[in-house]
């Protein structure tokens, strides 16, 4: 558990850190670089904490994986919660139930997987 | 504030659902945590949006919710690998919907300057957009492909280079000028691209085509984060697309192949060696009963139970279990190896192992393996062949040349359990069915099994 927190701060502080660094607001000239710095280093993140799971949970993780990736829903939200009707709304609407089909889908899916491994 | 600072420990929370992955025993911990990322980004938006639309959106979610958790309820984990691939088409297709919208209107997602809509954010929106279609039409294929429904047609290489520079031309034209069809016909194009991509592909590859769509679903939730100026989905794309490359890696490594060969040449291996298997009919191989079987399993001290694809399409996982029990009673040593490329998605086999509660120590990787097979009494191959296949080590002409195999054939008795004497996917004859120590069980993977249960 000590263990769990240490790492846990450990990679807190790297987001923190990257975090800071996209803060600058979207006009300075500078903004696509601070994206690009976020996305570089949430590269390594997920290549060291991918590296260390096991073969034996490479399906949990593709559908795990598959569960977050549809994070995008935030952006679909942001899109429905205009107060003009249009085609942006209505392709935000459509992206929301996409993307929650797969929020809901993944989770339970890679639920029902990871009950399996715990059993004995 | 209040917003970043909770998409921050959405991010982290979704770190811990990857980092929970690397012990099965606290993995639940981790999906947990996976759900918990996603509800507080969700509530985040809804902070900053304001819950004036709520209802429509929350009815959205729900509509979307019901299907997805019928769909993840029913499946079985036989069908895994095109339920995930129908899932990656989705993300996919969101993110083109959601770069749509933000191509119609751009002031919403406040990322329109003086001089209009920042240049940043329209490639990016270019490249989210281009991304999720070549995902959302590459995985409907792949869908199609491992449920049977579609047998994949050859496209000339030329054809998908061609294709993937005029998309490229396209987005550059579209970032200079703004204009709007452009936008609509490299998504179009985009489409086609993915499919055909994906349509020459095959069987033997898919795990590598099902993580690297896994990849593409993760780079096009970034592209999107870029236009937006999100962290969030920034890096959770980044981890998602990262996770699914290390995969695609694992895989080709697996198979002893390169990516690009995969996506440009699958089409080669197979026609090569077709006129080996042919000729020759002399070779006759040693076919056994149930009982024959069940007698040199009784008298073993050590089995290794080698599964492939065949063991998911016979569902044969919890008759194998059944045999494991009994025999382990008697006294008998049993351990499943599991090679890396078997069946049709990464960690296919374990999942199925675990189904049938299998002890996941005693289900073992090619590497901690490989080594025993030349002490063990027997092996008992389930549907598997490409990957014990000892062409690969020795037969330089062979397709599958330098894949690393599960050695079965240093096994005093090897028991191979197969439909047919057909060929693997790879398309190579398996001399190790016409060797001594082999025999050969023919028939349902399941049905054999439970046989010699019945004999045992």
């Known amino acids: ?120 | 504030m209040v917003v970043d600072v909770l998409y921050l420990i959405a991010a982290v929370c979704f770190i811990f659902a990857l980092k929970g992955l690397s012990s099965p025993q606290f993995a639940s911990r981790g999906n947990y945590c996976g759900i918990v990322g996603i509800v507080l980004a969700c509530v985040a938006t809804y902070i900053s949006v304001g819950v004036s639309c709520a209802f429509y959106t929350l009815i959205a979610i729900a509509i979307g919710g019901g299907i997805g958790s019928c769909i993840a309820t029913r499946v079985s984990m036989t069908d895994l690998p095109q339920m995930v691939a129908g899932f990656h088409s989705l993300v996919g297709l969101a993110a083109v919907l959601v770069a749509f919208s933000a191509c119609f209107a751009p002031e919403l997602f406040e990322i329109i300057g003086i001089n209009g809509v920042y240049k940043s954010s329209l490639i990016e929106m270019g490249l989210g957009s281009a991304i999720g279609a070549v995902t959302f039409s590459g995985s409907v294929i792949a869908f199609l492909k491992l449920d049977g429904r579609y047998k994949g047609s050859d496209v000339p290489v030329f054809v998908n280079t061609f294709l993937l520079s005029f998309v490229i031309c396209l987005l550059i034209y579209f970032v200079t000028t703004e204009i709007v069809s452009v936008f609509i016909l490299l998504t179009f194009l985009s489409f086609v691209l993915g499919a055909i991509l994906i349509a020459p592909i095959g069987g033997a590859d898919m795990p590598v085509i099902v993580s690297m769509l896994n990849s593409y679903s993760g780079w096009a939730t970034s592209g999107i984060g870029f236009t937006l100026h999100n962290d969030l989905l920034i890096i959770t794309g980044a981890i998602v697309g990262s996770s699914g490359a290390i995969l695609s890696y694992i895989m080709c490594k697996g198979m002893n192949r390169s990516l690009l060969d995969v996506i440009f040449c699958s089409g080669q291996a197979n026609s090569s060696n077709k006129n080996g298997d042919s000729s020759d009919v002399s070779k006759t191989c040693k076919n056994g009963s149930a009982e024959d079987a069940a007698f040199i399993l009784k008298n073993a001290s050590s089995v290794i139970v080698v599964p492939g694809y065949g063991m998911a399409t016979s569902q044969a996982q919890h008759a194998l279990k059944e045999m494991g029990d009994i025999l382990q009673k008697e006294g008998v040593k049993v351990r499943y190896a599991i090679h890396p490329v078997a069946g049709r998605m990464p960690g296919h086999m374990n999942v199925l192992l675990a189904e049938a509660s299998v002890s996941y120590e005693d289900v073992c990787e090619l590497d901690e393996i490989n080594r025993d097979f030349a002490s063990c009494d027997v092996a008992y191959v389930v549907g598997a062949n490409d990957v014990t296949n000892p062409a690969a080590k020795h037969d330089t002409s062979s397709s599958i040349y330098g894949m690393p195999i599960l050695e079965v054939g240093k096994a005093k008795t090897v028991l191979f359990l197969k439909r047919s004497m057909g060929v693997g996917y790879a398309g190579v004859d398996n001399e190790l069915f016409y060797a001594q120590n082999t025999m050969m069980l023919l028939g349902d993977a399941k049905k054999t099994t439970e046989d010699i249960i019945k004999a045992l």
């Open chain 1, 1 to 120: 558990m000590d263990c769990c927190f240490r790492d846990f701060f450990d990679h807190f502080n790297d987001l923190m850190f990257m975090h800071m660094a996209s803060m600058a607001p979207p006009e300075c000239a500078s903004s696509g670089i601070h994206g690009i710095t976020v996305f570089v280093l949430a590269c390594f993140v997920g290549y060291y904490v991918v590296w260390r799971v096991t073969p034996a949970l490479h399906a949990p993780l593709m559908s795990v994986t598959n569960a977050i990736s549809s994070v995008v829903i935030v952006g679909a939200l942001l899109a429905a919660s205009q107060n003009i009707y249009g085609f942006s709304k209505t392709f935000g609407f459509l992206a929301i139930i996409l993307a929650s089909v797969n929020i809901f889908g993944g989770f339970i899916v890679t639920h029902r997987m990871l009950d399996m491994f715990r059993k004995k």
